[in-house]
């Protein structure tokens, strides 16, 4: 059960879009629509923005939005604001009652 | 609404066991999956493992040999034992609560244990 691979850090200026990539296997991201995303800002604990791929918690802004292909799964932000700086987090269901995370994305808001 | 509270000791001793209490307020550990999952100092979350409120459970085969999760649902808890801890131990824990096997909604606030001599 190897994490998720995710890039180490994106970055954009307000208003523009990032998109975070979270890479898994066919055991995990690749066999389950059971992919969720989470921001975490420092000292915070984390805070659910995206799952079941695509599906967006009741308060989450549609800025955010999920996709996936294969065995790889994506988080767009759209219009990028200052207080979406923080740590991005995609977790799959990898079978048999078992979970991944990804390896975490520190978004920059230039 | 419903919260979570780690509480625990926030220092432990080399080769002694890491013991982590969740306690669930405003709502009850039936019906959802409890999970624990910790996150070193700068690094990212590791899911540690899973109890559903009839006492099934599954642990992260990297820690399975020392993870003991347990539920007390008269109590409206569950907690983690790790015994066996070293430094790399040291982490921040949360306890969460998971939707199925769809995602985590909830967290608690997190605490963090030490292992140091």
């Known amino acids: 059960q190897s994490a998720l691979t995710q890039p180490r850090s994106v970055s954009g200026s307000p208003g523009q879009s990032v998109t975070i990539s979270c890479t898994g296997t066919?055991?995990?991201?690749?066999?389950?629509?059971?992919v969720s995303w989470y921001q975490q800002h420092p000292g915070k604990a984390p805070k659910l923005m995206v799952y079941?791929?695509?599906k967006r918690p009741s308060g989450v802004p549609d800025r955010f939005s999920g996709s996936k292909s294969g065995n790889t799964a994506s988080l767009t932000i759209s219009g990028l604001q200052a207080d979406d700086e923080a740590d991005y987090y995609c977790?799959?269901?990898?079978?048999?009652?078992?979970?991944?995370f990804g390896g975490g994305t520190k978004l920059t808001v230039l | 609404q419903v919260q979570l509270q780690e509480s625990g000791p926030g220092l432990v001793k080399p080769s002694e066991t890491l013991s982590l209490t969740c306690t669930v307020s405003?709502?009850?550990?039936?019906?959802?999956?409890w999970s624990w999952i910790r996150q070193p100092p700068g690094k990212g979350l590791e899911w540690i493992g899973y109890?559903?409120?009839?006492?099934?459970?599954n642990y992260n085969p990297s820690l399975k040999s020392r993870v003991t999760i347990s539920v007390d649902t008269s109590k409206n808890q569950f907690s983690l034992k790790l015994s066996s801890v070293t430094a790399a131990d040291t982490a921040v824990y949360y306890c969460?609560?998971?939707?199925?096997?769809?995602?985590?909604?909830?967290w608690g606030r997190g605490t963090l244990v030490t292992v140091s001599s």
């Open positions: 066919s055991n995990d991201v690749g066999d389950y629509n059971f």
């Open positions: 405003g709502g009850s550990t039936s019906s959802y999956y």
């Open positions: 969460a609560r998971g939707l199925g096997i769809r995602y985590f909604d909830l």
């Open positions: 977790c799959s269901y990898a079978g048999s009652y078992s979970w991944v």
């Open positions: 079941d791929v695509t």
């Open positions: 109890i559903f409120y009839s006492g099934s459970t």
